[in-house]
């Protein structure tokens, strides 16, 4: 078997142009979804994330603002922006790219966002309400493995699904999503002893590891669907996930690519996000 290649691109497009459409039904009505992205230090990979963002947000329309603070910026200065932010009718999604310099906390930060704005479902409102199946707004990259597995008519009820990563913007709320879809849900993580006699029971293994060649054919089911989340740089420049793309595509039904998979919906549904807040904020 050789599985289908999930085009992140693809998919990602006609999710943006649901968008579109949407933006251009509350632009009737003079409003223009607002996004905020504030970013602290000096990243690499947190720049292309962001850049990423704003093009997308460019594309269907919405405005976007990326507010950027130097490294040793205390905490109490980015707070006090988030809650100007938070006041600002024009802005209808504020959002902090992860991960913050090792001197800030954290949770904090993201608990100032004010939880009607949290677009990315990080605020613990939103991660409670995640738990609960009642979400606001699903955590971006976990919705759009969500989105993908739709677009493809791929069922997630009775599935078995192993997650392996429990981070809390991936492993975590994919988890819950899923598990809220009716799926038997597995979540592994650094720790787990034999990994794969675990991610061998998977009818959906989703990667979100951050290890490059994690995942080998061997430690996969004949047919299973594999969502790789994770992005590595190599030594070399190269881009690649958390699976072993050549081998397991022998094996899989369907797979995602690093990159073109994943990471275009991440940042596509950020954009949906945005436009759902800004159409709550502003109701018929
Ligand atoms: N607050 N922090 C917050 N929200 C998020 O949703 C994120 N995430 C993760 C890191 N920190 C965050 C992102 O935005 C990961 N992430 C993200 C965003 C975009 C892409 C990947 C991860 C992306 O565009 N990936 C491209 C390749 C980009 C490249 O060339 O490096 C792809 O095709 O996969």
Not at 8 to 29: I, N, S
Not at 179 to 198: E, G, P, S, Y
Not at 213 to 226: C, D, H, K, S, W
Not at 247 to 274: C, D, E
Request: charged letters at 20%; hydrophobic letters at 45%; a neutral charge.
């Amino acid at each position: 078997m050789v599985a289908k290649i999930i085009d992140g691109h693809a998919v990602a497009r006609q999710v943006r142009e649901e968008c579109r459409a949407q933006v251009q039904a509350l632009a009737t009505r003079g409003v223009v979804p607002g996004l905020a992205v504030i970013m602290v230090g000096d990243n690499a990979a947190s720049k292309v994330y962001v850049a990423n963002k704003t093009k997308a947000c460019a594309e269907v329309g919405l405005k976007s603002t990326v507010y950027s603070f130097d490294a040793e910026t205390p905490g109490s200065v980015v707070e006090a922006e988030i809650l100007r932010l938070n006041a600002d009718p024009t802005v209808h999604g504020i959002l902090v790219q992860l991960p913050l310099p090792a001197h800030f906390d954290a949770r904090r930060v993201l608990g100032a966002i004010s939880s009607d704005k949290d677009v990315d479902g990080f605020h613990l409102y939103n991660v409670g309400a995640l738990v609960q199946g009642e979400t606001v707004f699903p955590p971006c990259t976990p919705y759009g493995v969500q989105k993908m597995l739709e677009h493809e008519g791929i069922p997630v009820e009775g599935q078995n699904v192993v997650v392996v990563g429990a981070s809390n913007i991936v492993g975590k709320p994919m988890a819950l999503m899923l598990m809220q879809k009716d799926a038997t849900v597995c979540i592994c993580h650094a720790k787990t002893r034999d990994l794969a006699q675990f991610t061998i029971l998977a009818d959906i293994l989703v990667v979100a590891a951050g290890r490059p060649n994690l995942i080998v054919p061997q430690m996969v089911r004949t047919g299973a669907v594999v969502i790789d989340v994770g992005i590595n740089r190599l030594p070399d420049g190269r881009l690649v996930g958390d699976v072993d793309f050549e081998g397991v595509r022998q094996k899989a039904s369907y797979i995602t690519p690093v990159p073109g998979g994943v990471g275009p919906m991440t940042v596509t549904m950020l954009v949906y996000n945005t436009v759902q807040a800004a159409q709550r904020h502003s109701p018929l």
